[in-house]
């Protein structure tokens, strides 16, 4: 077992930590401040390879492992969650149809979102189908050789600035089995977009509902075939709960680093707070419990990459630990900066507003422990799980 990274995830590291440092970092504060969805940096990340990255080589993108990603995903994150995290989720997207999609439609859309020319939303959230997805309502029914798509889908990432909808809808009888997942291009008459809606954090990047009027798409439109569309939307959202933990970590790092500065700076009773060994032992916590999660990240990373038969559960193990023990570092970074950690001239408070979401998103991490403790307590042998 060796956990030092290989050469070239060092060099991936390297690059992404360029690129965060000079594209990013120098705007996160604004963009949140001005709510600005910075889709020419995100181009800019996909000249770098980043909105393609799992995406094989064969439909555009630069074809990494899962574990390769997270690498990435944590040095983005640790500029700009937010914009890291949209990132994150176009290229969950991408992936999808590079896998699923007819050959037409990749050779029509891949190379143009894995290069981030073009950019994509998952939809598969609905206003009464969110924990329990597989109730979802929007309905494509399949008349002359095309689908007729009605319905609506809430809590969109990127909508209405995104280029292809990623959208899981009903072609047959209730549950997950009657749910199939279409590429629809979002400029589609008979789709209407929804007012951006106001968030606590990830205001780099706009949310939106999507409703759908009779929006008409060609049956070579479908991922996959009749059926398979819930099975592909849990597939790709495997490995967006390992993305977003990425998130999580790298925004969790640059607070922590943060703090660390600043209690070598800072002085009260005439002594740095570094001095304060109940301040010390919280900055032990903090990186012990920083270095616990992105191991969990890498493990699950890993379990994907090797299509573990428990990798799903890992993947909800990871999403769960991460995004909790992140949120909890961005806190207490937050608490160790007093004052000025609640004010935006410090950018603690806005990872504390951003990694918030991860733990309600990519299935909230309650179901994240529905997930663990089903495959617990489901018949799974004691030794596979040590
Ligand atoms: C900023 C933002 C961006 C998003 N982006 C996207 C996107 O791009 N695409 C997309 O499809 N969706 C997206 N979502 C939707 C997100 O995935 C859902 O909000 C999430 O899955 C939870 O669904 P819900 O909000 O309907 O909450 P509900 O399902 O109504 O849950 C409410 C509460 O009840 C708990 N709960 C529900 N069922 C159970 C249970 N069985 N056991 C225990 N607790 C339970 C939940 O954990 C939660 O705490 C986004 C959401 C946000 C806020």
Redesign the pocket.
């Known amino acids: 077992m060796n956990f030092d990274l290989s050469e070239q995830q060092r060099a991936f590291q390297h690059a992404a930590r360029q690129f965060a440092a000079d594209k990013m970092a120098p705007h996160a504060a604004q963009w949140d401040a001005e709510c600005t969805f910075p889709i020419e940096v995100i181009q800019q990340a996909g000249e770098w390879g980043f909105c393609g990255l799992y995406t094989p080589e064969a439909a555009g993108g630069i074809g990494l492992s899962r574990l390769d990603a997270s690498i990435v995903f944590e040095e983005l994150s640790y500029a700009c969650p937010s914009t890291a995290a949209y990132i994150s989720?176009h290229n969950m997207a991408c992936w999808m149809v590079a896998t699923w999609a007819t050959p037409t439609v990749v050779d029509q859309w891949s190379a143009l979102l894995a290069s981030g020319r073009k950019l994509a939303?998952?939809?598969?959230?609905e206003p009464n189908a969110?924990?329990?997805?597989a109730s979802l309502k929007t309905r494509a029914n399949l008349i002359n050789g095309q689908y007729c798509l009605n319905g609506a889908?809430?809590?969109?990432?990127?909508a209405g600035s995104t280029d292809l909808l990623v959208v899981m809808a009903r072609t047959g009888s209730e549950g997950a089995s009657g749910i199939s997942a279409f590429a629809v291009p979002a400029d589609t008459q008979g789709i209407t977009y929804g007012r951006c809606?106001q968030?606590m954090g990830?205001n780099s990047q706009p949310?939106r509902t999507i409703s759908f009027d009779n929006v008409m798409i060609p049956a070579s439109h479908l991922l996959g075939v009749e059926g398979e569309g819930f099975k592909i939307a849990m597939r790709g959202i495997d490995g967006g709960r390992i993305n977003i933990a990425s998130c999580s970590l790298g925004a969790a790092q640059a607070a922590l680093d943060a703090a660390r500065l600043y209690m070598g700076e800072r002085q009260q009773f005439k002594r740095k707070l570094a001095d304060f060994q109940a301040l010390q032992f919280k900055l032990a916590d903090m990186v012990t419990e920083l270095v616990a999660a992105r191991q969990i990240v890498r493990l699950a990373a890993t379990k994907l990459d090797q299509r573990a038969p428990d990798a799903s559960t890992y993947c909800a193990m990871a999403k769960r630990f991460a995004t909790d023990v992140s949120f909890s570092v961005c806190n207490d970074a937050l608490q160790l900066h007093g004052g000025y950690g609640y004010i935006r001239e410090y950018p603690l408070e806005r990872y504390l507003r951003d990694v918030r979401?991860h733990q309600?998103?990519?299935?909230?991490?309650?179901?994240m422990r529905?997930i663990i403790s089903r495959h617990l307590l489901n018949g799974v042998a004691p030794e596979e799980i040590r």
């Open positions: 989720i939303s998952y939809c598969l959230t969110g924990s329990d997805a889908k809430a809590f969109i990432s990127g809606e968030k990830w949310t979401v309600i998103l990519e299935g909230t991490n309650e179901i529905v």
